[in-house]
């Protein structure tokens, strides 16, 4: 779904800013756990291709967080 955010209100605007934090903390932490399984299964059965997961995961990590700062620069931008 592509929305301009200068078309969207005050109050729309802050009500989206918390689930793109979560979702952006939510990224993070698959992001974590994929890598330390990456490590284990690295450690204990070789190279698979189970290592690349991380990867795949960091892509939505800077989307989301892209997302997320030009909501923050939004709102500082109309001093909310």
């Given at each position: 779904?592509?929305?301009n955010?200068?078309e969207l209100s005050d109050?729309?605007?802050?009500?989206?800013?918390?689930?793109?934090?979560i979702?952006l903390g939510?990224?993070a932490?698959?992001i974590?756990?994929?890598?330390t399984?990456?490590?284990?299964i690295t450690i204990?059965?070789?190279?698979?291709?189970?290592?690349?997961?991380?990867?795949?995961f960091?892509?939505?990590l800077f989307r989301?967080?892209?997302?997320?700062?030009?909501?923050k620069?939004?709102?500082?931008?109309?001093n909310l």
């Amino acid at each position: 779904m592509n929305i301009n955010i200068q078309e969207l209100s005050d109050k729309k605007l802050l009500k989206d800013l918390k689930p793109k934090k979560i979702i952006l903390g939510f990224y993070a932490m698959m992001i974590i756990i994929l890598v330390t399984c990456a490590i284990i299964i690295t450690i204990n059965k070789g190279a698979k291709v189970f290592i690349f997961m991380p990867f795949v995961f960091t892509f939505f990590l800077f989307r989301s967080w892209r997302d997320y700062v030009k909501t923050k620069m939004e709102i500082k931008r109309r001093n909310l």
